[in-house]
């Protein structure tokens, strides 16, 4: 078996094992971790495997969360299966819907499009009575992941959440990599590669980046409607463009266009945060300087340091 | 609305969006002739108007404080490009995102150690402290018709400095062939060494400007900065004019929303941002 | 067979005050190669731009198998046919030469929806893709990375994809830019074996490769269609002759099949 593989192996069974051995705060604080990592990893597709820098995509992990939120009835517990399909499908819809704005306009455009979009969302739950202001919605009740009247899992219990956000992290991974070998994927990165030629060839480049956006967008939802459910609310901060950003800092961690190098990245992130804030409360401004420093002296870019400069596709003899 | 709160009204809005103009040039400037994204752009706003708020503590007098303000602001500008920003140049804009947003991070954190994170506000000076009565009622302070006359001025500058001097043209060449101006003789480092400190002291001298009407506060950075996005969204990258028209857009567009549809009001300015995406795709005036 | 299958009237573009190409008619034959022959800046990338939808028409129209195509976008231009090749070497650097085939395969049976199935198990595109990198001679360098490739193998990989895409038109930009004598011999030879299935357009500055492979000749001098016709009356020809002359070594005379510079 190949050496990665075996690394993955052990790191999945590490991850496994964990809440037996770690304290509730530890558990519920990988469980956040490996949230992140779906929507880094949700993210990853867009910048890392279509080429497209998003800069507001926290907005999609915004609407996942208020979905279930808004969607949680007031004095009983929510279906967690209904309400996570709904919340992975509103989300889904309001990326295309901004996609259909924001794809046509490349580079540096995109970038600035997709902040001020996410800004709109942000004040659209920060200021309307239909968001509920600055203070999110707080939800009374735990969903219940029941199926024909069975109750499947507590989601109360901190340990059963962490092995649902487990599988969940293995789902989202597992798809995004058949994704990527699949026609569509390989488009994608062409288009990555270089979208003019694609376009030659004769692909339809923009239904291609839209459909990119959209699946990015419903999986960040995904993520989303997975941290409303272990904390029990939603805020607006959740869309702030601190949060776009810092999704972006832990694909650069972990590496751009790799997918475990996504949920490295959040790994690495939450571990720098924790670090830094217990170093100062102006942690910050050491995370800023961080940033700075990897971008300034790591020569030719980030991506040839992590070494998967060569590695460009999903499926080549070296990969995952 | 009768006649006189609809001209208050008109008389903020361009007020507003020329201040928004003097941010969005700098941030179009340093990004149609550098090449160069920079978030942090709205930071300089911020650095402005505590500067404003501190050094007319310090000095007593407003007008003493935004002399010294640019001259510190201009400074910060070489400073920053020499030892920041000129890596940038032949990086790709994820990496000038990032790396721009690792300084949004660090000025906000600076800013909150060495002035805390309070709300200032900054006495209008005398000269200005007044009003032109318009009926029994209203009246329309005279620092706003103050400032958006500054602004002016400077936008007449501004297109003088671009389109009529020798170092005008160097900045207009400099953005469209960087290696051919560097052969011929020119200083290609100096050029983009003083636009970047005119874009820096442009986004503080607004911030000095706006301080005494808009408080300083905490976020008032990445406010202003989001909405310069949507300016130079709207008016076309690289295109100072383009800026103007849609500063003056957005100004006039947001202060009617805020007005008219209270609940909506930061949400027109990016409703008009989507209006223009659908019709124009590439910007109004789109040069680069 | 003698309607052409691609045709333009009176095909312009202009860039402010320059008129690049001006009022150019121009028709393309099924199995017929029909070059281009210009000194630079003769308008001749800007043609194949234009054919290609790379860049929009100023003026006049484009017509393929009857059809109006001149406002269609350059995508919808390949999939209906017409396929390029660029100048500037215009490949995903870093895929391998198979992959960069592949993917100009799949353009022709994209299957988007298909997205649990591996794209590689796709065993036409991928036999499409082996036939294409065989047809211009890089069978052996399926699998290296295509930026490692020599810039002859990068040009000849050029013309792989746009033969992957089977087109029915094929516009080819100064295949042989930077070739040796070698790789253009072999070049010359490839489109010599192709040209009896497509309609070739090609633009090019190797004379010798130009005689040995045109059925019809159009020079263009200024964005204007100086004398279009068989080789022998080019070759012939005075107003030709003295367009070129003057002209940098590379052309040669026009006379003689003299060695390339």
Redesign the interface.
Known sequence: MKRSKIALLIALALLALFPLVGATFYTELVTKVMILAIFALSLDLLVGYTGLVSFGHAAYFGVGAYALALLAPKYEAANLWLTLGAAIGIAGLAALLVGMFVVRVKGIYFIMVTLAFAQMFYFVFHDTKFGRGSDGISMNFKPEATIGGVNLFDLGNPTHVYYLVLVALLAVFLFLR??L???????LQ?IR??E??????????YR?KL?SFAIAGALAGFAGYLSAMQFGFANPELLSWHQSGNVLLMLILGGIGSLYGAVIGAFAFVALQELYSYVTTHWQLLLGATIIALVIFLPGGLASVMGRF?R??V??PEDE | MDFYSFLIQLLNGLQYGLLLFLVASGLTLIFGIMGIINLAHGSFYMVGAYMAFSLSVLTGNLFVAIVLGIVLSVALGVVLEWVLFSHLYKRDHLEQVLLTYGLILVFEELRSLIVGNDVHGVAVPAIFNWSIPLTETLSYPVYRLFMSAVCVLLAVALYLLIAKTRLGMMIRAGSSNREMVQSLGLNINLVYRLVFALGVALAAFAGMLAAPVSSVYPGMGTGVLIICFVVVVIGGIGSVWGALVAALLIGLADTFGKVLIPEAAGVTVYLVMAAVLLWRPEGLFRRV | MSDAILATTDLSRRFGGLMAVASVAIELHRGKLHAVLGPNGAGKTTLINLL?G?LPSSRGSIRYKGDDITRL????R??IGIG?S?QKT???????AF?NC???A???A???????????R?TP?CDAARKALAAAGLAERGEW?ASTLSHGEQRQLEIA?VLA?APEVLLLDEPLAGMGAEEARRMVELLKKITPEHAILLVEHDMDAVFAVADVITVMVNGQVLESGEPAQIRASPAVRAAYLGEDAGAGDLTERGSRA
């Open positions: 058949a994704l070998r699949s026609p569509f994927g390989r488009a062409g590669s270089n003019h030629r694609m376009r030659s060839l004769g692909y339809p480049v291609y459909a060569k460009t596709l499926g080549e | 290609s790379d976008s350059p995508d919808r390949s999939r390029r660029y215009n490949i995903f650097q870093a895929f391998t992959e592949r993917l100009a799949q353009s022709r994209p299957r988007p929806l298909a997205i649990a199935t591996d794209a590689l796709h595109v990375i994809m895409t």
